[in-house]
């Protein structure tokens, strides 16, 4: 049966697509999930003497870690952002400072948002990058290799190291939150067919499971005419999307109008793109683009099976329509039956 086989296409597109979000998110938890769970589990309290046991930030896995230290020095060395305009620097800012921090006998490099030093920092035990060791510790190094010696070759990163699980979070929560829900409708629908958007849509027109006989009739190929998406068959128009069909009775159309939408880039035109709109007498609304030609063809063949529709948009059409859309209902139906009135007259021999 034509309802149920839409039913189940949009059911199972419903099941895929967000199994597939789910899966994804899930392998982005599993991937990162060392960092997941120091995000959630906190700072660690840490000795110098385990600190100092480390011979990289790796070795150990709670890497999000409170140390305590017996002095703390400004290093001098920042990370800056810049903002330009034109190749020239109108703005910088400091985001990170550097400050030695002195745990037992070891030194350990700590990246900290700007402000007073401090003997206490948390944070994410991190490898150093290159560019430190490059900038800072060669440096030191030529100058004082004993005190070089005592750095220790890992960071503890106490600026920006909660940032990407707070994005994360921001990101991944509610995409996961409706990909279930999502999961959980597909399952639902999946036991009971008339609960889906397809079999609703149907059944505002009457009998379901009849008139998708009827439909199915309709939709044979030699009889159907296509325009983008949307196809016209001698009494219904369907148009199918992934998660969703659209259906409705050709004879329910009671207004038809062509957009145009303009697109620019920088005030320069780029193009345009065309629609058809049709709207019908149970307010059902369809906005379906395609090309110009198609878009008119589609407005004559209308035309021609509806000519009591209202071709054309109109702003006073569009605000009659907000306000009293059974006015403008009473109005097409009117004009129906002038239609049909002069088609008898016209059928009628003369005596």
């Known amino acids: 049966m034509w309802v149920e086989n839409e039913a189940r296409r949009t059911n199972r597109n419903l099941f895929l697509v967000n199994g597939l979000i789910a899966a994804v998110l899930v392998l982005v938890i599993a991937v990162n999930y060392r960092y997941c769970v120091n995000f959630f589990l906190g700072c660690q309290p840490i000795s110098a003497a385990e600190l100092a046991s480390l011979k990289s930030a790796d070795q150990r896995w709670r890497n999000f870690v409170s140390v305590s230290g017996a002095k703390s020095l400004k290093i001098g060395y920042n990370d800056i952002e810049e903002e330009t305009q034109n190749g020239q620097v109108v703005s910088s800012e400091v ?3 550097y400050v030695f ?4 006998d070891n030194i350990l490099l700590v990246k900290a948002s700007p402000g007073a030093e401090k003997l206490e920092y948390s944070g994410e035990l991190v490898p150093m990058t ?4 490059d900038d800072v510790v060669r440096s030191l190094k030529a100058e004082d290799p ?5 750095v220790l070759p890992f960071t503890l990163n106490a600026a920006d190291y909660r940032s990407n699980g707070w994005v994360g979070l921001a990101i991944m929560t509610p995409l996961l939150a409706l990909a279930l829900w999502n999961l959980l409708k597909a399952a639902r629908r999946s036991s009971e067919p008339q609960s889906s958007p397809a079999w609703k849509a149907l059944s505002a027109f009457g009998n379901a499971e009849q008139l998708s006989h009827e439909i199915e009739a309709d939709m044979q190929p030699g009889g159907v005419s296509r325009y983008g998406k949307l196809m016209i068959g001698p009494k219904w128009m369907v148009r199918r999307k992934t998660f969703s069909t659209w259906v409705s009775p050709v004879g329910d159309v009671i207004w038809i109008y062509k957009k145009v939408t303009k697109h620019s880039v920088n005030f320069i035109p780029t193009g345009k793109t065309y629609s058809v709109i049709l709207t019908g007498r149970r307010r059902q609304r369809i906005e379906e683009q395609m090309k110009e030609k198609a878009v008119n063809d589609l407005t004559m063949e209308m035309a021609n099976r509806v000519p009591w529709a209202i071709f054309g948009f109109d702003k006073n059409l569009e605000q009659a329509w907000k306000k009293d859309p059974q006015g403008v209902i009473t109005a097409v139906d009117t004009r ?6 002069k088609a008898a007259s016209a059928a009628t021999p003369a005596s």
Do not use: N, S
Request: without cysteine; charged residues 25%.
């Open 95 to 97: 985001k990170a400072e």
């Open 130 to 133: 290159q560019q430190v060791q």
């Open 146 to 150: 004993d005190l070089a010696a005592m």
């Open 336 to 341: 129906y039956e002038q239609h049909k009135g």
């Open 101 to 104: 921090l002195r745990v037992g």
